[in-house]
């Protein structure tokens, strides 16, 4: 039993993992977009080969709570990720995720090029783990 966390974006969605004690989660795969029945099936794909029993969808709302035009891009994709697999799917914010990883992989000195390539699994992580940690807090 695991959990997938994804953070959407319109050139690569990241993927982040949940041990199987869904305490931890870890960096997955970036999946570079294609056309959505690809995108969709190769979730799909990882939904089945790991044991994934949920996913974490990142929720891009505004700073203020509002929903944006990013938010509602996601609630599309979401309705039709929830057509392709059987786990339930659920959101969570994910305000300043990118920029939180942003600042880390800076801070350690690596260059634009590296963070491109690592920058969207990296949310996954970041988002798969705030919910995870939730759910220890019972949130």
Same mark, same amino acid.
């Given at each position: 039993? *695991?959990?997938?966390?994804? !953070?959407?974006?319109?050139? &690569? ?7 199987? @004690?869904?305490?931890?989660?870890? +960096? #997955? *795969?970036? @999946?570079? &977009?294609?056309?959505? +029945? ?10 089945? %080969? ?5 996913? =974490?969808?990142? #929720? +891009? ?12 891009? =996601?609630?599309? #994709?979401? !309705? ?6 059987? =786990? +339930? ?13 942003? *600042?880390?992989?800076?801070?350690? !000195?690596?260059? *634009? ?8 699994? @990296? ?8 919910? @995870? %940690? ?6």
């Amino acid at each position: 039993m *695991r959990i997938l966390g994804i !953070d959407y974006g319109t050139k &690569r969605i990241g993927l982040a993992m949940s041990d199987e @004690l869904m305490i931890t989660a870890q +960096p #997955f *795969r970036i @999946l570079y &977009r294609t056309a959505l +029945p690809e995108d969709l099936a190769k979730i799909a794909g990882v939904v089945a %080969d790991h044991g994934i029993t949920e996913i =974490v969808m990142g #929720f +891009p709302l505004n700073m203020n709570g509002t929903q944006s035009a990013k938010t509602k891009e =996601v609630v599309v #994709f979401m !309705d039709e990720l929830a057509r392709a697999v059987t =786990v +339930p799917i659920k959101t969570w914010d994910e305000r300043l995720s990118t920029a939180q990883v942003e *600042r880390s992989l800076i801070d350690a !000195d690596m260059s *634009r090029a590296k963070r491109r390539k690592i920058t969207d699994k @990296l949310a996954a992580q970041v988002i798969l783990q705030s919910y @995870l %940690d939730s759910r220890k807090r019972g949130l």
